[in-house]
């Protein structure tokens, strides 16, 4: 077993400002001064806000925040600079230079997220003024410093994760391939299984491809719904692209070995494409609250900057995600066990082959978990338990029915998607049988981005219309 590097560094020297022994007394006042005048500043600015109504709108909630962001950006280095040029002290442990780059960084790149929130306010304000108590409201607000909060969370520690990466000598794993064992298959049974797989490989590359050429062509279906779906059905050809050629090469040849590098790449993007279809899922979700609770503003509030934004967001979010698993799993050591019991690099599996220490790596997965599967699972009960109040409050046969056919498709995908990952993430001890887990992840993997084209085409109108209009183009021109 390999035991993991240490640094050789345990502490740092910080120079400092290059000042003069008989000015340090001066140069310390004059921080010191600024230092205090900054944060008895931002904290009466913060006091102001709070205490008088006539503030608590959305350009003083952002200064708040601003407010709170400066004093702790300056809180990161003033003081220790401070305490330096006291005490001549230079000397900063290990610990503390990594948690001070953190932090610096962090509260750098929040305050560079907050200063552009409060430039779409001043935009929307001046720009859209009849528009604006609709548009700037306060969940929107507090979305925007959510967001910004988890955008500059994840820099940072993208950041710190590759800085501490560099200064601790590379790991080098003795492994250089790993074996899948893929599916349980017989011998006599691998023509009819290969075939299968192909087909709906095949059904799912063809049929999501339709779905994005249809809202492509066709005008009625430029709307916010159908531009997320377009995303969804893009996320789900990738989603498949990742693991099933491989396992169909797999089928067919009993090759069944996978490079160190290609297995880590795979882990990779089938995290981050499981995370993504997480989100859109999610974006989704909001989508149909705001058409059923809010329609008379769903033109104002679903604007196409809100639909890119949401997509946006959900593919940082999932590339922070996807990346932070794999830059902690490339630090492990993997001694001499290679033999994972599926049919892709699952990152529970590989976590279990390691000879080091996975404490961080199962934390950061716990938490990241929660923050990309449990949230957004909430985030959309909430959104049609609004829905079904909604409904309830104005109870018509009418009503139903028009609800229904616009959430039935994103239900019947919600059950899908997190049917399947809560059915091997929360029950899988319900027997020490193996198959089950792989049939669970071939649920998700190659059932799931199928059956998205056929509950999108055939439960939808629109979407048969649209279907209808393209076999007419087709048939018209061929004769």
């Given at each position: 077993?390999?035991?993991?590097?240490?640094?050789?560094?345990?502490?740092?020297?910080?120079?400092?400002?290059?000042?003069?022994?008989e000015q340090q007394g001066v140069c310390f006042a004059l921080f010191l001064?600024?230092?205090?005048?900054?944060?008895?500043?931002?904290?009466?600015?913060?006091?102001l806000i709070s205490l008088d109504s006539r503030l608590h709108t959305?350009?003083?909630?952002?200064?708040?925040?601003?407010?709170?962001?400066?004093?702790?950006?300056?809180?990161?280095?003033?003081?220790?600079?401070?305490?330096?040029?006291?005490?001549?002290?230079?000397?900063?442990s290990y610990a503390g230079c990594i948690s001070q780059v953190y932090f610096f960084l962090f509260w750098g790149n929040l305050e560079s997220f907050l200063l552009t929130s409060m430039a779409y306010?001043?935009?929307?304000?001046?720009?859209?003024?009849?528009?604006?108590?609709?548009?700037?409201?306060?969940?929107r607000c507090v979305l925007l410093v959510i967001v910004s909060c988890i955008q500059s969370c994840a820099s940072a520690l993208l950041h710190t994760l590759f800085l501490r990466r560099i200064m601790r000598p590379e790991n080098q794993s003795s492994v250089s391939e790993f074996l899948l064992l893929g599916l349980p298959i017989r011998p006599g049974q691998q023509g009819v299984f290969f075939t299968l797989f192909l087909g709906m490989y095949l059904t799912t590359v063809l049929g999501n491809l339709l779905i994005i050429l249809l809202i492509r062509l066709d005008s009625r279906l430029h709307t916010p719904m159908y531009f997320f779906l377009s995303h969804l059905a893009f996320t789900d050809v990738c989603f498949s692209s990742v693991t099933v050629p491989k396992m169909l090469m797999n089928i067919h040849t009993k090759y069944k070995s996978i490079p160190y590098a290609g297995c880590i790449s795979q882990m990779y993007f089938f995290i981050f494409f499981t995370d993504l279809d997480s989100f859109l899922i999610t974006s989704m979700a909001y989508d149909r609250y705001v058409a059923i609770c809010h329609p008379l503003?769903?033109?104002?509030?679903?604007?196409?900057?809100?639909?890119?934004?949401?997509?946006?967001?959900?593919?940082?979010?999932?590339?922070?995600?996807?990346?932070?698993?794999?830059?902690?799993?490339?630090?492990?050591s993997f001694c001499a066990a290679n033999t994972i019991p599926h049919f892709y690099c699952d990152l529970a599996a590989l976590l279990k082959l390691s000879c080091s220490d996975i404490f961080l790596n199962e934390l950061v997965m716990f938490t990241i978990g929660v923050v990309v599967i449990t949230l957004p699972f909430l985030c959309i009960l909430v959104?049609?338990?609004?829905?079904?109040?909604?409904?309830?409050?104005?109870?018509s046969t009418k009503g139903i029915c028009k609800a229904l056919?616009?959430?039935?498709?994103?239900?019947?995908?919600?059950?899908?998607?997190?049917?399947?990952?809560?059915?091997?993430?929360?029950?899988?001890?319900?027997?020490n049988f193996i198959d089950k887990d792989i049939i669970v992840a071939l649920m998700y993997t190659v059932v799931t981005p199928m059956l998205n084209p056929f509950i999108y085409s055939l439960r939808n109108r629109d979407m048969k219309e649209a279907v209808w209009k393209l076999f007419s183009k087709v048939r018209f021109f061929s004769q």
């Open positions: 077993m390999k035991r993991d590097n240490q640094s050789s560094v345990s502490e740092f020297l910080l120079l400092g400002l290059p000042i003069r022994p001064g600024m230092y205090l005048t900054t944060v008895l500043g931002n904290l009466l600015i913060i006091l959305p350009m003083y909630f952002f200064l708040s925040h601003l407010a709170f962001t400066d004093i702790s950006f300056s809180s990161v280095t003033a003081p220790k600079m401070l305490m330096n040029m006291y005490t001549q002290d230079q000397s900063i306010d001043r935009y929307v304000a001046i720009c859209h003024p009849l528009h604006y108590t609709t548009i700037m409201t306060q969940s503003h769903y033109t104002t509030i679903m604007k196409e900057e809100l639909c890119a934004l949401l997509v946006a967001v959900s593919w940082i979010l999932s590339c922070a995600s996807s990346l932070s698993h794999t830059l902690l799993l490339t630090k492990l959104s049609y338990g609004y829905i079904g109040a909604t409904i309830l409050r104005v109870p056919s616009t959430c039935g498709s994103h239900l019947s995908v919600v059950f899908l998607y997190y049917g399947a990952i809560f059915g091997q993430y929360l029950f899988p001890t319900i027997s």
